[in-house]
C-alpha cells in the first residue's frame, strides 16, 4: 500500500469534496481515501500493483476537477501556493464589481432616457449587457463546474449558483421582451457577492494555515560546509580555482551552497546569529540555541559537543560545526510539517455528520427551491414572484459553511499546536479531549525528570555488610541492565571506582529486578525490589521495616540479598520537575482528577503524591500491568488521559481516551499517543488539552451556526422575505463567517 497526497483544484463546497472522497472510494485498489474542503487536500491510501498514482490523478481529473502539481521546498518537503488563484479570484471580483454596480444603481434609483433602440430604452439593452458579461464571463466557472457535476448526475453549490442566476436571468430576458419587469441586477450581483464571498473564504482559509506556511518558511536556504582545500592552479596565479569559497583553518575552506545539496555526514558550519541549517550533531563549540520554532519553549538551550541540534532552530552565541545527520523529509522539521498536515487532513469524528448532510443538501434544496416556485405560483397566482422566490431559495443555501465548519477549526488548532510544540496527529484528537474527567501521569521520567540518583546506601545491621560491597554487589548486577534505576546504580559506582564481580546467569525480572550467580562465591546475588524476594523466599521483615520509615523520604529502595538474606539496600531518588505541582493543580482547577501510576513502593508513591497534591495513586503496578490499571478506572466511568514516555507506556496510551507522548518517549510511546509534545515540559499538557478543549468547542459552534444559518435562510426564503441579492450576499458570508470563528482560536 501506498499513500499519496493530493491538492485538488476547482472544489468550491462540501459536496465537492464528498463527491471526490466517493468516486475514490468506489474506485478498485483504492483502500481509504479523505478529502479535506478546507485546505483542498486528498489523502489517499492505494495498492500501486493495482494503480499507479497517475491513475490516481487521473479519477479527480475525470470527475471533473483538478490537481495542483506540488514544488520542492528547500525543506525538503512539497507544497503548494494557492497565491496565484486568489488573485485570479481578486481580478474577477474586481472586474464583476465593474460591471454589476450600475445594475445595483438600477435597483436604488431607476434610470431612463428617451433613446429607444427595438422599442426598449437603450438603459434596458445595457443592462441586458452587462449582466450577460457578468453571468456569463466572470459568473462561467459556476456553470462550467455545475455542468460537470450534471453529467455525472450530481450536484454541488455551483449547481445552485448556476441555477439561480441562470433562472433570474433567463426569465429577465423574456419579461424584457414581454414588457414585463425583470431581474437582471439579481443575476448580475449574485454573482458578484458570491464571487465577493470566496475571495474572502479564500483569503480567511489562507489565515487559517498561516501557522502551516510559517513552518514552512523556518528552515534555511543555503548552508556553509567545510570541505577539504582543492588542489592549487598555477593558471590562477597560486589562488583556489573555486573562486566562491574563502580560506578556512586547518585545511578546511568554507563553501556556501543549497540545502538540497548537503548530504548526510557533511561538516557544516554555523555562526552566532545564523540559523542551523539541517539535523545534526555537535561536534566542535557550544552555544545556546533557540529552539522555540520547534518547541514552543522561551528559553535557549545549552548545547556543547555531542549534542543534537535541529534544523530552522537559532544559534545565539557561540560558532559550532556541524556534522549532518538528517536531510530532506527526514528532519525534524520536516516531521512536525507532515504531522500537521496529517491532522489537518483528517477528519474528526463530529465530521461525519455534516459530511452526511453534505451529500443530500443540494439535491434536497433544489427540490425545496422547485416546491416554492410551485407554492407561490398556486398562492399568488404571479410567476414573477414564484420565479424570484425560488432563486432566493436556491441561492441562500449554503454547503460551504458546514464543510468549512470541522476542517479549519482543526487546521487553525493543529497549526497553533505546532506552533507551541504540540503536534496533534489526527482530528480525533480534538475530539477526544471533550469528555475527559482524569489525566493520569505515570511518575518515572514524566511527573519526575526521569534522571534518577542514588541518594544513600543502608546495610543491614544483622549482617554488618560493609557498604562498598553493597554497592559492588549492586552494580555488578545493574551494570547490564538498561533501567534508569539500574543505571543510577552503574553511575554510582564507576563514580566511586567500584569493581565488578564477575557474574553468571544473569536474568532481569521485569518489574521486579535481577538476579545472578557468583561462581567463587557459589552463591545467587538479588537486586531489586521487595516483590524479589519475596518470590526468592529471602526474608523480608527488615526489607518491610524500611519501607514503613518515615525517615526514608521519597525514593526507591532497592534491596540487595546474597543467598536467603537480605544484606543491605539502596535508596534511590528522581528529581521532581519544577512544574509538575504547578501543572497538577491547574488540572485541577479545570476540575480534572489528577491520577499517578508508578512501580514503585506505595510508600515512595504516595510521598511524591502527596508533595504534588495528586488525589490518586497507583503504586507497585508492574508495566504489563499498566494498560489494566487505566480500563480499570475507564470500567469505573472515568474519561482518561494518560501521560507517558517509556516503552512500557505505549499499551497505556493506546488505552487510554486521550494518550500524550512526553517529548523525550521512546519512538513506540510517540506512536501509540494521539498527541506529542516536542519538550519535556508538563505545562505542555495542560496547554494541549486546553487548545483540544478550544478548538472542540469551536467546532462545535461552527457546527451550530451553519445547521442555524442553513434553517432559518431557507426558511425565510420560502417565506418570501428575502431578495435574490441580500440571499447571495447572506449566502457568501456565512462561509467566511464559519472560518472567523476558528480563526479566534488564534487569540483565546
Request: proline letters at 3%; aromatic letters at 8%.
Given at each position: 500500500?501506498k499513500?499519496?497526497?493530493?491538492?485538488?483544484?476547482?472544489?468550491?463546497c462540501?459536496?465537492?469534496?464528498?463527491?471526490?472522497?466517493?468516486?475514490?472510494m468506489?474506485?478498485?485498489g483504492?483502500l481509504?481515501?479523505n478529502?479535506?474542503f478546507?485546505n483542498?487536500?486528498?489523502?489517499v491510501e492505494?495498492?500501486?500493483t493495482i494503480?499507479s498514482?497517475?491513475?490516481?490523478?487521473?479519477?479527480?481529473r475525470?470527475?471533473?476537477y483538478g490537481?495542483e502539481?506540488?514544488?520542492?521546498?528547500?525543506?525538503?518537503h512539497m507544497?503548494?501556493?494557492?497565491g496565484?488563484d486568489?488573485r485570479v479570484?481578486?481580478?474577477?471580483?474586481?472586474?464583476?464589481?465593474?460591471?454589476?454596480?450600475?445594475?445595483?444603481?438600477?435597483m436604488i434609483?431607476p434610470?431612463r432616457t428617451?433613446?429607444m433602440?427595438a422599442?426598449?430604452?437603450l438603459i434596458?439593452?445595457i443592462h441586458?449587457?452587462?449582466?450577460?458579461?457578468?453571468?456569463?464571463?466572470?459568473?462561467?466557472?459556476?456553470?462550467?463546474?455545475?455542468l460537470?457535476?450534471a453529467?455525472k448526475?450530481r450536484?454541488?453549490?455551483?449547481?445552485?449558483?448556476?441555477?439561480?442566476?441562470?433562472?433570474a436571468?433567463?426569465y429577465?430576458?423574456?419579461?424584457l421582451?414581454a414588457?414585463?419587469?425583470?431581474?437582471?441586477?439579481?443575476a448580475?450581483?449574485?454573482?458578484?457577492l458570491i464571487l465577493?464571498?470566496?475571495?474572502?473564504?479564500a483569503l480567511s482559509?489562507?489565515?487559517?494555515g498561516?501557522?502551516?506556511r510559517?513552518l514552512l518558511?523556518l528552515?534555511?536556504?543555503?548552508?556553509?560546509?567545510?570541505i577539504?582545500?582543492?588542489?592549487?592552479?598555477p593558471?590562477s596565479?597560486?589562488?583556489y580555482?573555486?573562486?566562491p569559497?574563502?580560506?578556512g583553518?586547518?585545511?578546511?575552506?568554507?563553501e556556501?551552497?543549497s540545502?538540497?545539496a548537503?548530504?548526510?555526514?557533511?561538516?557544516l558550519?554555523?555562526?552566532?546569529?545564523?540559523k542551523?541549517?539541517?539535523d545534526g550533531?555537535i561536534?566542535?563549540?557550544?552555544?545556546s540555541?533557540d529552539?522555540s520554532m520547534?518547541t514552543?519553549?522561551s528559553?535557549?538551550?545549552?548545547?556543547?559537543?555531542?549534542?543534537?541540534?535541529?534544523?530552522?532552530t537559532?544559534?545565539e552565541?557561540g560558532?559550532l560545526?556541524i556534522?549532518v545527520?538528517q536531510?530532506g523529509?527526514?528532519t525534524l522539521?520536516?516531521?512536525?510539517?507532515?504531522?500537521?498536515?496529517?491532522?489537518?487532513?483528517?477528519?474528526?469524528p463530529i465530521?461525519r455528520?455534516?459530511?452526511?448532510?453534505?451529500g443530500?443538501?443540494?439535491?434536497?434544496i433544489i427540490?425545496i427551491?422547485?416546491l416554492?416556485?410551485?407554492?407561490?405560483?398556486i398562492?399568488s397566482?404571479n410567476?414573477?414572484?414564484?420565479?424570484i422566490?425560488a432563486v432566493?431559495v436556491l441561492?441562500?443555501a449554503?454547503?460551504c459553511?458546514?464543510?468549512?465548519?470541522?476542517?479549519?477549526?482543526i487546521?487553525?488548532?493543529?497549526?497553533?499546536?505546532a506552533?507551541?510544540?504540540?503536534?496533534?496527529?489526527?482530528?480525533e484528537s480534538f475530539?477526544r479531549?471533550?469528555?475527559?474527567?482524569?489525566v493520569?501521569?505515570?511518575?518515572?521520567g514524566?511527573l519526575?525528570?526521569?534522571a534518577p540518583?542514588v541518594?544513600?546506601?543502608?546495610?543491614?545491621?544483622a549482617f554488618a555488610?560493609?557498604?562498598?560491597v553493597?554497592?559492588?554487589?549492586?552494580a555488578s548486577?545493574?551494570?547490564?541492565s538498561d533501567h534508569?534505576?539500574?543505571?543510577?546504580?552503574a553511575?554510582?559506582?564507576?563514580k566511586n571506582n567500584?569493581?565488578?564481580?564477575?557474574?553468571?546467569?544473569i536474568?532481569e525480572?521485569r518489574?521486579?529486578?535481577?538476579v545472578?550467580y557468583d561462581?567463587a562465591?557459589?552463591?545467587s546475588f538479588?537486586?531489586?525490589n521487595?516483590?524479589?524476594l519475596?518470590?526468592?523466599?529471602?526474608?523480608t521483615?527488615?526489607a518491610d521495616?524500611?519501607?514503613a520509615?518515615?525517615?526514608?523520604?521519597?525514593g526507591t529502595?532497592?534491596?540487595v540479598?546474597?543467598?536467603?538474606?537480605?544484606i543491605?539496600?539502596?535508596?534511590i531518588a528522581?528529581?521532581?520537575?519544577?512544574?509538575s505541582k504547578?501543572?497538577?493543580?491547574?488540572?485541577q482547577?479545570?476540575?480534572?482528577?489528577?491520577?499517578?501510576?508508578s512501580?514503585?513502593n506505595?510508600?515512595t508513591a504516595?510521598?511524591?503524591?502527596?508533595?504534588l497534591?495528586i488525589?490518586?495513586?497507583?503504586?507497585?503496578?508492574?508495566?504489563?500491568?499498566?494498560?489494566?490499571?487505566?480500563?480499570?478506572?475507564?470500567?469505573?466511568g472515568?474519561?482518561?488521559?494518560?501521560?507517558?514516555?517509556?516503552?512500557n507506556?505505549?499499551?497505556?496510551l493506546?488505552?487510554?481516551?486521550?494518550g500524550?507522548?512526553?517529548?523525550s518517549?521512546?519512538?513506540?510511546?510517540?506512536?501509540a499517543?494521539q498527541?506529542?509534545?516536542?519538550q519535556n515540559?508538563?505545562s505542555?499538557?495542560?496547554?494541549?488539552?486546553?487548545l483540544s478543549?478550544?478548538?472542540?468547542r469551536t467546532?462545535?459552534q461552527?457546527?451550530f451556526?451553519?445547521?442555524f444559518?442553513n434553517?432559518?435562510a431557507?426558511?425565510?426564503?420560502?417565506?418570501?422575505?428575502?431578495?435574490?441579492?441580500i440571499?447571495?450576499?447572506?449566502?457568501a458570508?456565512?462561509?467566511v463567517s464559519v472560518?472567523?470563528?476558528?480563526l479566534r482560536i488564534y487569540r483565546k
Amino acid at each position: 500500500m501506498k499513500t499519496l497526497t493530493l491538492t485538488i483544484t476547482g472544489m468550491t463546497c462540501a459536496s465537492c469534496a464528498r463527491n471526490n472522497e466517493s468516486v475514490l472510494m468506489e474506485t478498485a485498489g483504492i483502500l481509504w481515501a479523505n478529502v479535506n474542503f478546507a485546505n483542498k487536500k486528498a489523502m489517499v491510501e492505494y495498492d500501486e500493483t493495482i494503480l499507479s498514482e497517475e491513475a490516481v490523478k487521473n479519477i479527480i481529473r475525470e470527475n471533473g476537477y483538478g490537481i495542483e502539481e506540488p514544488h520542492m521546498e528547500h525543506s525538503g518537503h512539497m507544497h503548494e501556493h494557492g497565491g496565484s488563484d486568489i488573485r485570479v479570484d481578486r481580478n474577477r471580483l474586481i472586474g464583476s464589481a465593474i460591471l454589476s454596480a450600475p445594475l445595483l444603481l438600477e435597483m436604488i434609483y431607476p434610470f431612463r432616457t428617451s433613446v429607444m433602440f427595438a422599442g426598449k430604452d437603450l438603459i434596458m439593452w445595457i443592462h441586458l449587457a452587462l449582466a450577460t458579461v457578468v453571468v456569463f464571463y466572470f459568473g462561467w466557472r459556476f456553470h462550467r463546474m455545475a455542468l460537470k457535476q450534471a453529467r455525472k448526475f450530481r450536484a454541488n453549490m455551483d449547481t445552485l449558483v448556476s441555477l439561480g442566476t441562470l433562472v433570474a436571468y433567463f426569465y429577465s430576458l423574456w419579461a424584457l421582451t414581454a414588457g414585463k419587469a425583470g431581474y437582471f441586477e439579481s443575476a448580475a450581483l449574485i454573482v458578484t457577492l458570491i464571487l465577493l464571498g470566496k475571495y474572502f473564504e479564500a483569503l480567511s482559509t489562507g489565515q487559517a494555515g498561516e501557522a502551516m506556511r510559517q513552518l514552512l518558511e523556518l528552515g534555511a536556504k543555503k548552508a556553509r560546509r567545510l570541505i577539504d582545500k582543492p588542489p592549487v592552479s598555477p593558471l590562477s596565479g597560486g589562488q583556489y580555482t573555486n573562486t566562491p569559497l574563502t580560506r578556512g583553518d586547518g585545511g578546511f575552506i568554507e563553501e556556501e551552497i543549497s540545502i538540497e545539496a548537503i548530504r548526510v555526514g557533511d561538516i557544516l558550519i554555523v555562526r552566532p546569529g545564523e540559523k542551523i541549517p539541517l539535523d545534526g550533531i555537535i561536534i566542535e563549540g557550544g552555544s545556546s540555541v533557540d529552539e522555540s520554532m520547534l518547541t514552543g519553549e522561551s528559553l535557549p538551550v545549552d548545547k556543547s559537543v555531542g549534542s543534537r541540534v535541529f534544523g530552522a532552530t537559532m544559534n545565539e552565541s557561540g560558532m559550532l560545526q556541524i556534522r549532518v545527520t538528517q536531510t530532506g523529509e527526514y528532519t525534524l522539521l520536516a516531521e512536525i510539517i507532515r504531522s500537521v498536515e496529517t491532522a489537518q487532513g483528517s477528519k474528526a469524528p463530529i465530521e461525519r455528520f455534516a459530511d452526511t448532510v453534505s451529500g443530500i443538501f443540494v439535491p434536497v434544496i433544489i427540490v425545496i427551491a422547485l416546491l416554492t416556485s410551485i407554492g407561490w405560483y398556486i398562492v399568488s397566482g404571479n410567476i414573477s414572484t414564484a420565479i424570484i422566490n425560488a432563486v432566493a431559495v436556491l441561492v441562500i443555501a449554503c454547503p460551504c459553511a458546514l464543510g468549512l465548519a470541522t476542517p479549519t477549526a482543526i487546521m487553525v488548532g493543529s497549526g497553533l499546536g505546532a506552533r507551541r510544540g504540540i503536534l496533534f496527529k489526527n482530528g480525533e484528537s480534538f475530539e477526544r479531549a471533550k469528555n475527559i474527567t482524569m489525566v493520569v501521569f505515570d511518575k518515572t521520567g514524566t511527573l519526575t525528570k526521569g534522571a534518577p540518583e542514588v541518594q544513600r546506601i543502608i546495610s543491614d545491621p544483622a549482617f554488618a555488610f560493609n557498604e562498598d560491597v553493597i554497592v559492588q554487589i549492586a552494580a555488578s548486577l545493574a551494570h547490564n541492565s538498561d533501567h534508569p534505576l539500574s543505571r543510577a546504580i552503574a553511575s554510582f559506582a564507576q563514580k566511586n571506582n567500584e569493581n565488578y564481580i564477575k557474574l553468571e546467569k544473569i536474568e532481569e525480572i521485569r518489574g521486579k529486578g535481577i538476579v545472578a550467580y557468583d561462581p567463587a562465591e557459589k552463591s545467587s546475588f538479588f537486586l531489586g525490589n521487595r516483590k524479589l524476594l519475596e518470590e526468592n523466599e529471602i526474608d523480608t521483615s527488615w526489607a518491610d521495616t524500611l519501607l514503613a520509615s518515615s525517615e526514608m523520604g521519597i525514593g526507591t529502595l532497592l534491596f540487595v540479598a546474597q543467598e536467603k538474606m537480605a544484606i543491605g539496600a539502596i535508596l534511590i531518588a528522581d528529581e521532581i520537575r519544577q512544574e509538575s505541582k504547578e501543572v497538577v493543580q491547574k488540572l485541577q482547577d479545570l476540575w480534572l482528577k489528577v491520577a499517578m501510576i508508578s512501580g514503585d513502593n506505595r510508600r515512595t508513591a504516595q510521598a511524591v503524591a502527596d508533595s504534588l497534591g495528586i488525589d490518586r495513586v497507583l503504586a507497585e503496578v508492574l508495566p504489563h500491568e499498566k494498560s489494566g490499571e487505566i480500563k480499570r478506572l475507564q470500567d469505573e466511568g472515568e474519561q482518561i488521559v494518560f501521560v507517558g514516555d517509556g516503552i512500557n507506556d505505549a499499551p497505556s496510551l493506546i488505552q487510554a481516551d486521550l494518550g500524550i507522548a512526553m517529548g523525550s518517549a521512546a519512538d513506540i510511546a510517540k506512536e501509540a499517543g494521539q498527541i506529542i509534545l516536542m519538550q519535556n515540559n508538563l505545562s505542555k499538557v495542560l496547554e494541549s488539552i486546553e487548545l483540544s478543549r478550544t478548538t472542540f468547542r469551536t467546532i462545535r459552534q461552527n457546527l451550530f451556526w451553519a445547521f442555524f444559518y442553513n434553517i432559518v435562510a431557507v426558511s425565510l426564503a420560502i417565506a418570501g422575505f428575502l431578495n435574490p441579492a441580500i440571499a447571495a450576499a447572506a449566502m457568501a458570508f456565512s462561509s467566511v463567517s464559519v472560518v472567523g470563528n476558528s480563526l479566534r482560536i488564534y487569540r483565546k
